[in-house]
């Protein structure tokens, strides 16, 4: 299954800090709304998901002040097409899952997206950016 992560998100070089730093926040956003909400279902050991929840907790806690302060100043947006193309992203991988009731093999594909959404992330975070 492939649920077309958007490919300006792949390159890190088209992103200025600010813009990164909120697709970042989108991206782990996303991927603890995704493990939140059914992640009984994973056949994975709870204690694991409930330390990644925790994890991704963390991180946008940490993100959160970087991006008020931003937001404050005026000439700063959110990257508003990168981040609408997240979300139906995201909304794909949901409704995969959903379709396929949730199953440990839909679980099994989606661990592989979003193994693949931590690289991305990576890749966003260790850029050198303006």
């Known amino acids: 299954m492939n649920f077309e992560i958007p490919e300006e998100i792949k390159e ?3 992103f200025q800090k600010e813009h990164a730093t909120s ?3 989108e991206m ?5 709304c ?9 056949g994975w050991n709870e204690t694991i998901v409930k ?4 994890n991704l907790d963390w991180q946008m806690d ?3 002040p970087f991006l008020k302060e931003k937001v404050k100043e005026k000439s700063f947006t959110l990257g508003n097409e990168s981040i609408l193309s997240l979300k139906n992203y995201y909304s794909r991988i949901k409704q995969y899952l959903k379709t396929k009731d949730y199953s ?10 979003i193994l693949n959404n ?6 966003l975070t260790n850029y050198p950016q303006n």
């Open 12 to 14: 890190p070089q088209h």
């Open 23 to 25: 697709v970042i926040s």
């Open 28 to 32: 782990l956003w996303n991927i603890f």
């Open 34 to 42: 995704i493990f939140e909400s059914n992640f009984s279902s994973t």
């Open 51 to 54: 330390d990644l929840l925790a």
């Open 62 to 64: 940490r993100l959160e």
């Open 104 to 113: 440990r093999c839909a679980w099994t594909v989606v661990q592989l997206e």
């Open 118 to 123: 931590f690289v991305i992330i990576n890749r």
